[in-house]
């Protein structure tokens, strides 16, 4: 079956790239900020839902699985059959999820809510893979570094926002306030974003979703639930064999079927190969900021190390990370054409190593925590920049959506398993204040060396990418929509 790229017809006014820009960005903040709603709710879900703590951690994990499913998943359907709109389907899910969550008084609709949020995941990948096709070649690399950062971005400066809200208001506010955002986005995107010029067309690979999906389902949940139920048990151990079975035969797959989810061979590519593992190492680093961090800030002063803030103070400290991302992404765009997408790569990487360093130096004082967490901030608005131009540089641009919600998929899944170890590293080095049991200053040194060790092993992935000439401009071809 032919998968040469189908063309839509060109429309005599397009918007300015600033403004297509702007609200793919937005629209990626308002993604990333459902992740960070919730986290000012979770000591408080198992009375506000009438349910167990063990069970309201659902609330969080469906998140998780509907992301993996659903980015992969929406990357593909996006380049068959129009990226712009399976961004208009994602937002649609996010804002029905919202409202799902802010009518719900019990777990059950809760963690459907929460779900369908989670649905709406592919909407960064989809963001960039839109600007590729639509915006000259001098804006992309600002573009979509600034379009990658904005999952940090929404998160940083989320978290301060949904702290305020939980706290000043009803806890509903918080998704009521998520689905204004999320319709608005969805307003914007039908105004003034373009559909994408470039589809590649084609039959959806139903097996390969199905296979993928499961696959990760099985990864996810033991990585997530591991924890809470041993990680030697039956049920772990048993989910992380039917991971190893489903990858295998839906490689099988894969290989065969024209038209494939994900297309092996070109991510076999040592560029995108090298860039996917090069992010999950990556993913694996950042998050021990976002676990350590918060919970020195909490803990109580009389352990000798805890800063004894509020959830609000705690949001406040780690905002400037997120503009310290944005701020990052022009810096990003000009160090890749300068030098090439790997060297900021591995610059992105050492700065975030150089932040963890300054984190076992530097963890006493309230400035000390927004420093380290600028800096760590750098480096991952220097790394998610360069991300995306190292795996769009590599694929075909009918592509580009399925290989950048591969690669969004793949620092999400470091991610995860970031979460497990640290979380395995602070439940078993501890200390008892009261009749409390606390995680140790050790096991958050132990934690945050881990994630210098990450990154560091980040930047030596990133060396082996196989180098690449910084591309002039006019060696890009011009958006489709250009084209005569």
């Known amino acids: 079956m032919s998968t040469a790229p189908v063309r839509s017809a060109d429309p005599t006014d397009r918007p300015p790239a600033n403004t297509v820009v702007a609200v793919l960005a937005f629209s990626g903040i308002v993604v990333s900020l459902m992740q960070t709603v919730v986290i000012p709710l979770v000591p408080q879900l198992p009375n506000l839902l009438g349910a167990p703590a063990a069970d309201t951690t659902w609330a969080i994990t469906a998140t998780l699985l509907a992301a993996a499913v659903a980015t992969p998943t929406m990357g593909r359907l996006g380049d068959m059959y129009g990226k712009r709109r399976m961004l208009l389907i994602s937002l649609a899910l996010l804002v029905a999820g919202s409202v799902v969550c802010a009518l719900s008084d019990s777990l059950s609709p809760m963690i459907v809510g929460r779900a369908l949020q989670g649905l709406a995941s592919g909407v960064i990948p989809l963001g960039i893979s839109i600007m590729r096709d639509e915006l000259p070649a001098e804006r992309l690399g600002s573009a979509t570094a600034l379009m990658s950062a904005s999952l940090g971005v929404g998160g940083a400066l989320g978290l301060p926002a949904a702290a305020l809200l939980a706290e000043q208001f009803d806890w509903h506010v918080l998704f009521w306030t998520a689905a204004g955002l999320g319709a608005f986005a969805l307003v914007l995107v039908l105004a003034l974003v373009p559909e994408s010029s470039v589809r590649s067309g084609g039959r959806f690979d139903l097996v390969g979703a199905l296979g993928l999906s499961a696959a990760l389902v099985c990864l996810l949940l033991a990585i997530s639930k591991g ?7 039956g049920t772990t151990t048993g989910l992380l064999a039917a991971t190893a079975a489903l990858l295998a035969a839906w490689g099988w797959w894969e290989l065969r079927t024209p038209g494939p989810l994900v297309d092996l061979r070109t991510s076999a590519r040592p560029p995108v190969l090298m860039t996917n593992l090069a992010s999950v190492v990556f ?3 950042m998050f021990a900021m976002s676990l350590v961090l918060p919970q020195l800030l909490q803990l109580p002063t009389g352990t000798g190390y805890g800063l004894g ?3 609000v103070a705690v949001g ?3 905002a400037p990370s997120g503009l310290v991302m ?10 890749s054409r300068t030098r090439g997408p790997k060297t900021t790569l591995i610059v992105g990487a050492l700065v975030v190593a150089t932040g963890y360093a300054l984190n076992l130096l530097l963890m006493t004082e309230i400035w000390h925590l927004v420093l380290v967490s600028s800096v760590i901030g750098a480096g991952v608005g220097l790394a998610y920049g360069a991300m995306p131009s190292l795996v769009m540089a590599a694929v075909p641009v009918t592509a580009t959506a399925a290989a950048n919600s591969l690669n969004t998929l793949m620092r999400s899944i470091g991610t995860s398993v970031s979460s497990a170890v640290a979380g395995v590293a602070l439940a078993r080095m501890t200390i008892s204040f009261g009749s409390d049991t606390l995680p140790s200053q050790d ?6 060396a881990i994630g210098a060790g990450a990154a560091l092993t980040a930047a030596a992935v990133a060396a082996l990418i196989p180098g690449r000439r910084p591309t002039p401009a006019t060696d890009r071809p011009a958006p489709v929509a250009a084209r005569g």
Do not use: E, K, T
């Open 326 to 335: 944005m701020a990052m992404a022009p810096v990003s765009a000009r160090i």
């Open 309 to 311: 803030q509020s959830m």
């Open 283 to 285: 993913g694996f680093s």
């Open 316 to 318: 406040l400290v780690m």
């Open 227 to 233: 924890a809470d139920w041993g990680w030697g048990s």
């Open 443 to 448: 096991a958050f040194r132990l934690v945050i």
